[in-house]
């Protein structure tokens, strides 16, 4: 059974700071990997997919990188700024038809 | 606009109710999805429709049903058979796998 872990469970940094955050999965046959941004009691965001041919995706400040052979993926947020604050929830594909969802990463970004 | 949109926000049942949750999309998509978020845990799948008149059960479908009779419209049931169904509802939709998920704004339901 798939499974998705993301670590750090939450982070705190000042604004400015380039940062990282992990998504590792237990089976590297996945069809594709997506990471999503959550809001207090609001719904997903989808911020990148990335297809398991790819190494790599962007999207203005955010970077997403994916290693299959090791079942990482990581989310790298440039410049971060005090609106960058929430949750950021890594889910992969397995089969082409539903997600699996991590735990998520509790984002804060001080002024 | 095209997106996915849930209703109501809020819901509150007393216990032995059953209660029905409402999900559209106006995105033509095919699939959609429907995910239980409880506090601080990642999304839990509950059922999942790929096509109109057929869908499949997700990891936690015990104590929910589904319908799918139209394409832009998949409501969730929860029974009183669910002994746990506080939570945050939400739900989803893609136009294939290799697509992203989109999601609705989500419904708060409370157990009284």
């Known amino acids: 059974k798939q499974e998705v872990t993301q670590i750090p469970a939450a982070l705190s940094v000042p604004e400015g700071e380039n940062l990282v955050l992990n998504c590792s999965f237990t089976?590297?046959?996945?069809?594709?990997l997506q990471w999503f941004r959550q809001d207090p009691g609001k719904g997903l965001t989808s911020l990148l997919l990335?297809?398991?041919?790819?190494r790599e995706q962007t999207s203005g400040r955010l970077n997403a990188s994916l290693d299959k052979s090791s079942g990482r993926s990581t989310l790298y947020i440039a410049a971060s700024q005090p609106g960058d604050s929430a949750t950021y929830l890594c889910?992969?594909?397995?089969?082409?038809?539903?997600?699996?969802f991590g735990e998520g990463t509790q984002l804060t970004v001080n002024p | 606009d095209g997106g996915i949109t849930q209703s109501p926000k809020y819901l509150f049942r007393k216990e032995g109710q059953n209660v029905t949750l409402s999900c559209e999309q106006n995105?033509?998509?095919?699939?959609m999805y429907w995910y239980r978020q409880d506090p601080g845990q990642g999304l839990r799948l509950i059922y999942y429709?790929?096509?109109?008149?057929?869908?499949q059960k997700g990891d936690i479908a015990e104590g929910y049903s589904v319908s799918r009779e139209k394409k832009e419209s998949f409501p969730l049931t929860v029974t009183s058979a669910q002994k746990n169904p506080t939570a945050f509802y939400l739900c989803?939709?893609?136009?294939?796998?290799?697509?992203?998920?989109?999601f609705g704004p989500g419904t708060r339901l409370t157990v009284l």
């Open positions: 995105l033509n998509h095919d699939a």
């Open positions: 429709s790929q096509i109109v008149n057929d869908f």
């Open positions: 989803a939709s893609t136009a294939s796998g290799r697509r992203k998920q989109f």
């Open positions: 990335i297809q398991s041919s790819q």
């Open positions: 089976d590297s046959a996945i069809y594709n």
């Open positions: 889910a992969v594909n397995p089969s082409g038809s539903r997600l699996t």
